[in-house]
Protein backbone atom coordinates (compact mmCIF):
# COMPACT_ATOMS: atom_id res chain seq x y z
CA UNK A 1 0.00 0.00 0.00
CA UNK A 2 1.24 3.85 -1.16
CA UNK A 3 1.10 5.88 1.88
CA UNK A 4 -0.39 9.01 1.07
CA UNK A 5 1.49 12.65 2.47
CA UNK A 6 -0.80 13.44 5.54
CA UNK A 7 -1.90 17.11 4.58
CA UNK A 8 -3.71 19.05 7.12
CA UNK A 9 -6.92 21.15 5.48
CA UNK A 10 -6.73 24.29 6.73
CA UNK A 11 -4.43 23.76 9.66
CA UNK A 12 -5.12 20.75 12.34
CA UNK A 13 -8.41 22.53 12.08
CA UNK A 14 -10.84 20.11 13.98
CA UNK A 15 -8.66 21.23 17.02
CA UNK A 16 -8.44 24.89 16.43
CA UNK A 17 -10.27 27.44 14.82
CA UNK A 18 -9.23 27.09 10.78
CA UNK A 19 -6.99 28.56 9.31
CA UNK A 20 -5.40 30.41 12.66
CA UNK A 21 -1.87 30.15 13.68
CA UNK A 22 -3.28 27.42 16.42
CA UNK A 23 -4.38 25.40 13.75
CA UNK A 24 -1.14 25.15 12.30
CA UNK A 25 1.22 25.40 15.22
CA UNK A 26 -0.85 22.20 15.83
CA UNK A 27 -0.20 20.22 12.11
CA UNK A 28 3.02 21.20 12.37
CA UNK A 29 3.68 19.64 15.87
CA UNK A 30 1.80 16.02 15.01
CA UNK A 31 4.29 15.84 12.19
CA UNK A 32 2.10 16.62 9.01
CA UNK A 33 3.86 16.33 5.68
CA UNK A 34 1.68 19.65 4.57
CA UNK A 35 -0.56 22.24 5.31
CA UNK A 36 -3.37 23.69 3.23
CA UNK A 37 -4.72 26.83 3.67
CA UNK A 38 -6.70 29.40 1.63
CA UNK A 39 -5.77 33.01 0.95
CA UNK A 40 -7.98 36.49 0.59
CA UNK A 41 -6.36 39.77 0.09
CA UNK A 42 -7.43 43.18 1.80
CA UNK A 43 -8.68 46.44 0.19
CA UNK A 44 -5.18 47.42 0.50
CA UNK A 45 -3.38 44.57 -0.66
CA UNK A 46 -2.44 42.15 2.58
CA UNK A 47 -3.02 38.81 1.51
CA UNK A 48 -4.45 36.77 4.76
CA UNK A 49 -5.55 33.43 5.84
CA UNK A 50 -8.68 33.33 5.41
CA UNK A 51 -11.48 30.55 3.23
CA UNK A 52 -15.00 32.86 3.05
CA UNK A 53 -15.14 35.73 1.40
CA UNK A 54 -17.34 36.93 3.83
CA UNK A 55 -16.21 37.54 7.43
CA UNK A 56 -19.60 36.44 8.87
CA UNK A 57 -19.46 32.64 9.75
CA UNK A 58 -15.61 32.93 11.22
CA UNK A 59 -15.95 36.19 12.96
CA UNK A 60 -19.64 37.46 12.82
CA UNK A 61 -18.68 40.78 11.41
CA UNK A 62 -20.95 40.99 8.40
CA UNK A 63 -19.56 42.13 5.08
CA UNK A 64 -17.19 41.03 2.58
CA UNK A 65 -13.24 40.56 3.50
CA UNK A 66 -12.08 42.60 0.53
CA UNK A 67 -13.39 45.76 1.29
CA UNK A 68 -11.67 45.61 4.50
CA UNK A 69 -8.00 47.35 5.20
CA UNK A 70 -5.34 45.00 7.42
CA UNK A 71 -5.43 47.17 9.84
CA UNK A 72 -9.26 46.78 10.14
CA UNK A 73 -8.67 42.61 10.12
CA UNK A 74 -6.32 42.48 12.67
CA UNK A 75 -8.69 43.51 15.48
CA UNK A 76 -10.83 40.62 14.80
CA UNK A 77 -11.37 37.27 15.77
CA UNK A 78 -11.69 33.46 14.17
CA UNK A 79 -14.95 32.08 16.35
CA UNK A 80 -14.01 34.69 18.83
CA UNK A 81 -10.33 33.29 19.96
CA UNK A 82 -7.63 33.61 17.02
CA UNK A 83 -6.57 36.53 15.30
CA UNK A 84 -6.68 36.22 11.37
CA UNK A 85 -2.92 35.59 10.17
CA UNK A 86 -1.36 37.44 7.06
CA UNK A 87 0.68 34.57 4.81
CA UNK A 88 3.19 36.24 5.61
CA UNK A 89 3.07 35.09 9.36
CA UNK A 90 1.76 31.33 8.57
CA UNK A 91 4.75 30.71 5.79
CA UNK A 92 7.33 32.42 8.68
CA UNK A 93 6.15 30.10 10.88
CA UNK A 94 6.02 26.53 8.89
CA UNK A 95 9.87 27.89 7.22
CA UNK A 96 9.88 24.90 4.72
CA UNK A 97 9.07 22.63 7.38
CA UNK A 98 5.93 20.84 4.94
CA UNK A 99 4.74 21.55 1.96
CA UNK A 100 2.05 24.35 1.78
CA UNK A 101 -0.90 24.73 -0.52
CA UNK A 102 -1.78 28.06 -0.84
CA UNK A 103 -5.42 27.79 -2.29
CA UNK A 104 -6.32 31.09 -4.70
CA UNK A 105 -9.65 31.89 -3.53
CA UNK A 106 -11.98 33.38 -6.62
CA UNK A 107 -11.41 36.83 -7.23
CA UNK A 108 -8.03 36.97 -5.57
CA UNK A 109 -5.15 39.17 -6.55
CA UNK A 110 -2.31 36.97 -7.26
CA UNK A 111 0.63 39.55 -7.32
CA UNK A 112 0.41 39.99 -3.60
CA UNK A 113 0.45 36.87 -2.87
CA UNK A 114 3.52 36.08 -5.15
CA UNK A 115 4.64 38.64 -3.67
CA UNK A 116 4.67 37.05 -0.17
CA UNK A 117 5.94 33.98 -1.38
CA UNK A 118 9.19 36.36 -2.52
CA UNK A 119 10.07 37.71 0.65
CA UNK A 120 10.15 34.32 2.35
CA UNK A 121 11.82 32.36 0.33
CA UNK A 122 9.18 29.58 0.22
CA UNK A 123 9.03 29.11 -3.42
CA UNK A 124 10.50 25.49 -3.12
CA UNK A 125 7.62 24.73 -0.78
CA UNK A 126 4.85 25.92 -1.77
CA UNK A 127 2.18 25.16 -4.24
CA UNK A 128 -0.22 27.48 -6.07
CA UNK A 129 -3.90 25.58 -6.03
CA UNK A 130 -7.31 26.82 -7.27
CA UNK A 131 -10.41 26.01 -8.97
CA UNK A 132 -10.34 29.01 -11.04
CA UNK A 133 -7.91 28.12 -14.12
CA UNK A 134 -8.04 32.10 -14.66
CA UNK A 135 -5.91 31.94 -11.22
CA UNK A 136 -3.22 29.95 -12.22
CA UNK A 137 -2.83 31.35 -15.46
CA UNK A 138 -2.01 34.08 -14.11
CA UNK A 139 0.51 32.81 -11.78
CA UNK A 140 2.71 31.21 -14.72
CA UNK A 141 4.55 33.95 -15.73
CA UNK A 142 4.38 35.78 -12.04
CA UNK A 143 5.56 32.53 -10.49
CA UNK A 144 6.70 30.33 -13.08
CA UNK A 145 9.44 28.03 -10.11
CA UNK A 146 6.48 27.77 -8.31
CA UNK A 147 4.33 24.68 -8.81
CA UNK A 148 0.84 25.01 -9.83
CA UNK A 149 -2.28 22.41 -9.40
CA UNK A 150 -6.03 22.23 -10.31
CA UNK A 151 -8.43 21.86 -7.18
CA UNK A 152 -11.64 20.04 -9.03
CA UNK A 153 -14.98 17.76 -7.98
CA UNK A 154 -13.22 15.97 -10.68
CA UNK A 155 -16.39 15.22 -12.51
CA UNK A 156 -14.77 15.63 -16.07
CA UNK A 157 -11.09 13.71 -15.78
CA UNK A 158 -10.61 14.20 -19.62
CA UNK A 159 -10.76 17.64 -19.57
CA UNK A 160 -8.91 18.00 -16.44
CA UNK A 161 -6.40 16.29 -18.04
CA UNK A 162 -5.64 18.48 -20.91
CA UNK A 163 -5.62 21.35 -18.90
CA UNK A 164 -3.28 20.40 -16.46
CA UNK A 165 -1.14 19.72 -19.42
CA UNK A 166 -1.79 22.82 -20.72
CA UNK A 167 -1.49 24.51 -17.45
CA UNK A 168 2.31 23.06 -16.46
CA UNK A 169 0.25 21.95 -13.60
CA UNK A 170 1.63 19.29 -11.07
CA UNK A 171 -1.45 17.36 -10.26
CA UNK A 172 -5.04 17.15 -9.64
CA UNK A 173 -6.18 17.69 -6.06
CA UNK A 174 -10.07 16.20 -6.05
CA UNK A 175 -13.12 15.65 -4.22
CA UNK A 176 -12.33 11.93 -2.78
CA UNK A 177 -15.64 10.97 -4.10
CA UNK A 178 -14.18 11.05 -7.98
CA UNK A 179 -11.66 9.03 -7.09
CA UNK A 180 -14.01 6.11 -7.16
CA UNK A 181 -11.44 3.36 -8.63
CA UNK A 182 -7.42 3.18 -8.55
CA UNK A 183 -7.49 3.45 -12.35
CA UNK A 184 -8.13 7.18 -11.91
CA UNK A 185 -4.72 7.38 -10.10
CA UNK A 186 -3.56 5.78 -12.74
CA UNK A 187 -4.79 7.74 -15.40
CA UNK A 188 -3.57 11.02 -13.72
CA UNK A 189 0.13 9.81 -12.79
CA UNK A 190 0.34 8.58 -16.88
CA UNK A 191 -0.56 11.87 -17.68
CA UNK A 192 2.40 12.80 -15.19
CA UNK A 193 0.32 14.45 -12.35
CA UNK A 194 -0.37 13.56 -8.71
CA UNK A 195 -3.24 12.94 -7.23
CA UNK A 196 -4.45 14.71 -4.16
CA UNK A 197 -7.67 14.30 -2.42
CA UNK A 198 -10.13 16.39 -0.32
CA UNK A 199 -11.48 16.38 2.06
CA UNK A 200 -11.53 12.94 4.13
CA UNK A 201 -12.60 12.83 8.09
CA UNK A 202 -13.37 8.82 8.51
CA UNK A 203 -10.62 6.31 8.70
CA UNK A 204 -12.40 3.99 6.16
CA UNK A 205 -12.14 6.42 3.58
CA UNK A 206 -8.85 7.12 4.13
CA UNK A 207 -7.59 3.34 3.68
CA UNK A 208 -9.36 2.82 0.55
CA UNK A 209 -7.61 5.78 -1.07
CA UNK A 210 -4.15 4.77 0.46
CA UNK A 211 -4.99 1.62 -1.27
CA UNK A 212 -6.12 3.26 -4.50
CA UNK A 213 -2.93 5.23 -4.65
CA UNK A 214 -3.03 8.32 -4.10
CA UNK A 215 -0.38 10.64 -3.49
CA UNK A 216 -2.00 12.99 -0.70
CA UNK A 217 -4.85 13.08 1.54
CA UNK A 218 -6.19 16.11 3.31
CA UNK A 219 -8.04 16.24 6.35
CA UNK A 220 -9.56 18.28 8.78
CA UNK A 221 -8.40 15.73 11.51
CA UNK A 222 -4.39 15.00 10.87
CA UNK A 223 -3.80 13.32 13.91
CA UNK A 224 -6.43 10.46 12.57
CA UNK A 225 -4.93 10.60 9.32
CA UNK A 226 -1.49 9.84 10.21
CA UNK A 227 -2.52 7.15 12.44
CA UNK A 228 -4.97 5.64 10.11
CA UNK A 229 -1.53 5.45 7.65
Known sequence: ???????????????????????FRRALALGVDGIELDVQVTRDGVPVVFHDTSLRRLTGVTGPLATRTWCDLK??????????????????????RAVVQIELKRGVQVAPVVRAIRRARAAKWVILASFELPLLRQAAPLAPDVPRMIIAAGRNLKNLLTAMTALGA????????????RSVVGQIHRHGGRVWCWTVNAAP???????????????????LLRRTL
Open 1 to 23: MAIPLVIAHRGASVEAPENTLGA
Open 170 to 181: IGLSLDHRAVRH
Open 75 to 96: KLRVHGTEPIPRLAEVLALVRG
Open 205 to 223: VMRRLAARGVDAILSDNPA
